[in-house]
């Protein structure tokens, strides 16, 4: 049986270059961007898979998460060592994409040697997130002038929803990069606003050798256009639909790189709309305060 990951995939593939080309352009803001506080009239209905079903049951078992996650206290450390572990499972190429865009079929692929793009850690590491019951979506990132630049115009991470700390967080398993402001996790939105003020409490965890200067000076430029798709079930035939988050006052794009459409695009200026809450999609179970280990809630 073919899984589908994520929704729209089809669409939200071109939104990456196939280029690892890296970001040589001025940042596309040097101050925060702005967006609207306020919901949306019309909230967007994001659809999110429990742990129990069962590609996702089989994806846990196949590659023994609950064992790489042991001795994780907290969400974000299952989160951090989850994204190590997704980044070391290929070495990155800007040229390759995965023959099917589910993460057991990206790591069968990984596991005969071959490698990947940005979008296939985003794809993986929100696969294994939700498997171990922390809701996750891959959220796709681009430059303010993503609409005529050739290549090079997108990059995709992960935003995971910390349950003990009741946030959006990001990830970028590519560069097993986690960004932290003040010692704590921060969403694609805080980032930006982060690096436009230049905050000096910026950094990132990493077990890896990236260094969080370089990082930062690469991913600025991306952090203009923000989306995600909205049916992010595994196992399931969905439906090419997504939200963008588009800043007050910012065109909305209807191409990438020039040749590619996007469709099925909703835009909103909203962050509260473009940040749903679990207890929405799945019952109530994403708000649950975590047990710790020695039987102690959080």
Not at 294 to 298: E, K, R, S, T
């Given at each position: 049986m073919i899984y589908k990951?994520?929704?729209g995939f089809a669409l939200f593939a071109a939104l990456v270059s196939p280029y690892a080309a890296p970001a040589q352009h001025k940042a596309a803001a040097e101050k925060p961007l702005e967006f609207a506080l306020a919901p949306d009239d019309t909230p967007c209905t994001f659809q999110f898979s429990a742990s129990d079903e069962a590609y996702l049951v089989t994806l846990r078992e196949n590659y023994a998460l609950n064992d790489i996650i042991a001795g994780s206290p907290t969400d974000f450390d299952k989160a951090r060592t989850l994204c190590t572990w997704v980044h070391n499972r290929w070495v990155h190429d800007g040229h390759v994409r995965a023959k099917k865009p589910d993460p057991l079929s990206i790591l069968k692929e990984a596991d005969m040697g071959s490698n990947f793009q940005c979008i296939e850690y985003s794809i993986v590491l929100s696969g294994v997130l939700t498997a171990v019951g922390i809701p996750a979506r891959?959220?796709?990132l681009k430059t303010a002038d993503s609409e005529t630049r050739r290549e090079g115009a997108g990059h995709a991470v992960t935003e995971v929803w910390l349950r003990d700390q009741q946030k959006w967080a990001m990830l970028d398993g590519q560069w097993d990069a986690v960004p932290l402001l003040n010692n704590?996790?921060?969403n694609v939105i805080e980032l930006q606003k982060a690096l436009a003020t230049n905050s000096p409490d910026l950094r990132i965890e990493t077990a890896s050798n990236t260094r969080a200067k370089a990082y930062f000076n690469?991913?600025?430029p991306y952090l203009y256009y923000f989306d995600t798709v909205?049916?992010?079930r595994f196992g399931v035939k969905t439906q090419p639909s997504g939200v963008m988050l588009v800043p007050m006052g910012a065109k909305c794009p209807t191409v990438f790189q020039r040749d590619t459409?996007?469709?099925r695009m909703r835009y909103t200026n909203s962050v509260a709309t473009f940040y749903p809450r679990p207890l929405e999609?799945?019952?109530g179970e994403a708000n649950k305060p975590m047990a710790a280990e020695?039987?102690?809630?959080?």
């Open positions: 990951a994520i929704a891959a959220v796709y704590e996790p921060v690469w991913i600025s909205l049916d992010n459409p996007i469709r999609f799945l019952g020695d039987g102690q809630a959080n």
